[in-house]
């Protein structure tokens, strides 16, 4: 069996170590006599697996006490609608930073709930870069401040946390969450869908400053309030229970290789290997993104032809290389270096790219 480097952008390579572990167990967890998806969410066993989760995740994270943990269904989308609901009154302002397309879906999502203001926008320079701080229109009033940390398709990422003063900063981490050192308290709520750098999909971490859990919010279903999902440590309906124990294994496997400094450290090498051989490459290879704002997780780059782009995707494939296809909405290449991604994979694809050019330039 060959397990090829896989550059998908979501859902994204596991670790082995970790699928081997899921296989091993799947029949018969711990002797249990059942698998741990056949368990009840509330037992004994089930019941210590979540545990165990959300206390790793806290030492992964270094998340303090006075902000909450929960695991969710729904991933990262029906959060950005729970947002405004929990934490903004009716027709409250909300401000939301524009940095690709996914700060464009949480507007969608928000927009029946609270008066959205695009306080700052990358769209007119097709998201080629962050918007400049100092220009950014924030509303004194604002129920909070939305931003991405990482934008997945656009391959933008923050590298410095906004200073939105008193409005608590909610940012979407789907694809950046666990890549490197994360400061919590600047921040009043995160979210991230674990398909990235977490597990498996099916299953969102939401973090969340306890004050905010005060706020009245607007009329909700039980089901679409943080506050009671809090009170039920995530239980309030049967959880996804397979997606949050595989998510737990993958915290441990974190933990053990060094946890997020190791992997700020690996990341960034990553990130430096691809982007110096898109650089090198007389233009051959072409990242349109500001250097400052380049992200260390998902590279998009373009051939100088789509025929090329088509090529590269199909003889990449066919050398182990998988999933290096563009998103639909910038085309190209991209890939995606998450955290299960080893620096022998960039360093496969740099040779890759060089042998390409060679073949094709
Ligand atoms: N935000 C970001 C940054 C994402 O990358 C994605 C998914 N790729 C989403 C939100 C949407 O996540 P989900 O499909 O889990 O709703």
Not at 164 to 193: H, K, N, Q
């Amino acid at each position: 069996m060959t397990r090829a480097f896989n550059f998908s952008a979501g859902p994204a390579a596991l670790p082995e170590v970790v699928l081997r572990q899921a296989q091993e167990e799947m029949l018969e967890w711990h002797g249990a006599g059942a698998s741990i998806v056949e368990m009840s969410h509330r037992g004994p066993e089930f019941m210590a697996v979540a545990a165990e989760a959300e206390a790793d995740l806290r030492q992964l994270l270094d998340i303090p006490d006075d902000y909450a943990v929960l695991f969710l269904p729904g991933g990262a989308t029906t959060q950005q609608a729970l947002i405004p609901m929990n934490f903004a009154s009716a027709g409250q302002r909300a401000d939301y930073v524009l940095t690709g397309h996914w700060g464009k879906t949480a507007v969608k999502q928000a927009t029946p709930y609270v008066s959205v203001n695009v306080a700052a926008s990358s769209e007119a320079e097709a998201f080629r870069d962050l918007p400049d701080r100092a220009g950014w229109q924030l509303s004194p009033d604002a129920a909070y401040v939305h931003i991405t940390a990482n934008e997945t398709i656009h391959g933008v990422e923050f590298r410095d946390i906004p200073d939105t003063g008193g409005v608590p900063l909610v940012a979407d981490f789907s694809s950046s969450i666990a890549s490197e050192p994360l400061d919590v308290r600047r921040y009043g709520v995160i979210y991230a869908g674990a398909q990235k750098n977490l597990g498996p999909v099916g299953i969102a971490v939401v973090i969340i400053r306890r004050d905010l859990l005060q706020r009245d919010g607007q009329p909700r279903a039980d089901i679409f309030d943080y506050r009671s999902h809090a009170a039920r440590d995530s239980m309030l309906n049967t959880p996804p229970t397979w997606n949050w124990y595989l998510a737990g294994l993958v915290f441990k496997w974190m933990l053990a290789e060094g946890g997020v400094v190791e992997f700020a450290r690996r990341n960034a090498a990553k990130a430096a290997l691809v982007y110096a051989a898109i650089d090198a490459s007389g233009g051959f290879y072409r990242n349109e993104v500001a250097p400052s704002a380049r992200s260390r997780m998902n590279i998009p780059f373009f051939l100088p032809s789509a025929e090329l782009d088509a090529r590269f995707v199909a003889e990449a494939k066919a050398a182990g290389l998988l999933a290096l296809k563009g998103h639909k909405a910038v085309g190209g290449i991209r890939a995606s270096l998450y955290n299960a991604m080893p620096v022998a994979g960039a360093e496969a694809l740099v040779a890759f790219m060089a042998d390409f050019q060679q073949r094709h330039g």
